[in-house]
């Protein structure tokens, strides 16, 4: 089956700082990948669109110069958070949809960001 | 910005009872999905309803989907310990983004 990894599973970085995630489609190509947000006994909120070799479509309210996300190749997209506060902890999910599956969409196992 | 809402929003039974949750949404769909989640873990893909099907059945579960009143319902017969998780309906519309619902965290005691 299809599969989605993300890297790290988790990190604990300090405030000010930025971190990296980044979200590999491991056996199919993904025109599309979605970042998505979770925060504690909520539920996931979309926060942008990313399609290869283009610019990232934001959601309403998620600031694109703090969540930087590049989408350079059909199997990897990232997502820097940066100058990172303490509300930015959070579980941070992507999602790819296999470009030959127009509607399947496959998800990452997460990545768990705390900020001290 | 979410789809949305599920009810309940938590759900307590027994172990051997069924568990029924609800998902209502407001545009459009082209498909409806259920997703499980345990606490502090990823996303378990359940079961995928397309918005011209009614009822789907896998296993213990049974989902079934009414686009005139844009709700879907997410039953599990004889529950188990095990299945104590976040259940959360996800659709998609045309523009073929995932939108999440509220969720339900149900907890099956033994």
């Known amino acids: 089956g299809a599969v989605v990894s993300q890297h790290p599973s988790w990190v604990i970085c300090k405030s000010g700082t930025s971190v990296k995630i980044e979200c590999r489609s491991l056996d199919f190509q993904a025109t599309t990948m979605f970042w998505y947000r979770q925060f504690p006994k909520q539920s996931l909120m979309l926060m942008a669109t990313s399609n290869e070799g283009s610019k990232a479509t934001y959601e309403q309210g998620v600031e694109k110069d703090k969540f930087l996300i590049n989408h350079a190749s059909l199997t990897l997209s990232t997502l820097t958070v940066t100058s990172a506060h303490p509300e930015d902890s959070s579980f941070y999910i992507c999602s790819a949809r296999d470009r030959t599956i127009f509607y399947e969409q496959y998800f990452g196992p997460g990545t768990r960001l705390t900020v001290t | 910005s979410q789809q949305g809402e599920e009810d309940p929003q938590a759900l307590s039974i027994q172990e051997g009872e069924n568990a029924t949750m609800n998902c209502s949404y407001k545009?459009?769909?082209?498909?409806l999905q259920w997703y499980r989640q345990n606490s502090g873990r990823g996303l378990v893909h359940l079961i995928l309803?397309?918005?011209?099907?009614r009822e789907k059945h896998s296993g213990r579960l049974r989902v079934t989907l009414d686009t005139s009143k844009k709700s879907s319902s997410l039953l599990i017969t004889a529950s188990r310990a095990a299945d104590t998780a976040s259940y959360f309906c996800?659709?998609?519309?045309?523009?073929?983004?995932?939108?999440f619902g509220a969720g339900t965290r149900l907890t099956v005691k033994p």
């Open positions: 545009t459009s769909i082209n498909n």
């Open positions: 309803i397309r918005s011209n099907e």
């Open positions: 996800a659709t998609s519309s045309n523009n073929n983004d995932m939108r």
